[in-house]
């Protein structure tokens, strides 16, 4: 009975609506609507008309919602000269992102598991030069990334994307997978080792099957960088291999006249679209694989 009422006691002081409680909270609402106020205007707007857009405000609810302007940013919009909307460069995208996302990814684990428990000499300076990659700015490697896809065939091209994204990206997986790969007992590996079995065993029985959340955090980090990048995509890109962050871009300074805002919102929320159900779906992921890795190393 006694620890009921204490329990109950620190229950009802914990449920007390203070006047600091009041303050966090209004803070709270205040930023969710701050941030959550261009999505809406974006939203609001890209299901308005023209002639309500000029007569209305940014704020006000539209009056009779319409998905022309969708349908027309997807399928028949201007991006320059070419007028098939965003359609094609939105699959162009999904085609640079995805396999781009998965080999950085695979490569990144691997190395981080040789730098976090198959050590060798010049692993150290190996991993810092690794983590003096992750800032280098875009602009450095345009020139001799441009070269080489050049003296290979593959300048213009998704593949020739997909390789820039993946070699940009490596040393980013490989500096979230080692800091968590530090953390599983290097007890467990040197146990394997002992009843025979080698690297790729290892790697496929013990620290795979621990790797789900780091394996998510790269995942959402490498589709996030690669799906919302623009300079590479508009360098590296040919006519046909555009992604949809360049062909937002021509669209909304393509002009014919009269700017069709809705169309325009339209266009960046269907760019936007496959990053935001990312984070949707694995936002949590994302939060608890950075932490797992924060623990030690």
């Not at 609810?61 to 939105?90: E, H, I, R, Y």
């Not at 269907?270 to 190393?297: D, E, M, N, Q, S």
């Amino acid at each position: 009975m006694a620890a009921d009422s204490t329990s109950n006691t620190i229950y009802n002081e914990g449920s007390k609506l203070t006047a600091g409680r009041v303050v966090i909270y209004a803070l709270l609402v205040l930023c969710a609507l701050y941030y959550l106020a261009p999505l809406y205007v974006m939203l609001s707007t890209s299901v308005k008309t023209l002639d309500e857009i000029r007569s209305g405000n940014l704020l006000s609810l539209p009056m009779s919602p319409t998905g022309a302007a969708w349908s027309k940013a997807w399928s028949n919009a201007c991006t320059g000269v070419d007028c098939n909307g965003l359609q094609p460069f939105f699959w162009n995208s999904i085609k640079m992102a995805v396999p781009a996302v998965l080999i950085s990814t695979l490569i990144g684990s691997l190395n981080g598991y040789v730098l976090a428990h198959w050590r060798f000499r010049g692993s150290e300076i190996l991993f810092t030069a690794l983590m003096v990659g992750c800032f280098i700015p875009f602009q450095v490697v345009i020139l001799p990334m441009a070269r080489l896809l050049g003296l290979v065939g593959m300048a213009n091209t998704t593949p020739g994307l997909v390789f820039v994204h993946v070699v940009y990206g490596i040393a980013f997986t490989t500096l979230f997978f080692r800091n968590y790969y530090v953390t599983v007992p290097e007890e467990l590996v040197k146990a394997a080792r002992i009843d025979g079995a080698g690297f790729f065993m290892t790697y496929r029985k013990i620290i795979f099957p621990l790797s789900l959340p780091i394996f998510m955090v790269c995942f959402i980090w490498q589709f996030t960088q690669i799906w919302n990048d623009f300079l590479f995509g508009v360098v590296f890109g040919g006519s046909d291999a555009k992604p949809v962050t360049v062909a937002l871009n021509n669209l909304v300074n393509t002009s014919t006249g009269v700017t069709e805002y809705n169309v325009n919102m339209a266009a960046a929320i269907i760019a936007a679209l496959p990053t935001l159900v990312v984070y949707l779906l694995a936002g949590k992921y994302f939060v608890r694989g950075l932490t797992a890795g924060a623990v030690k190393g």
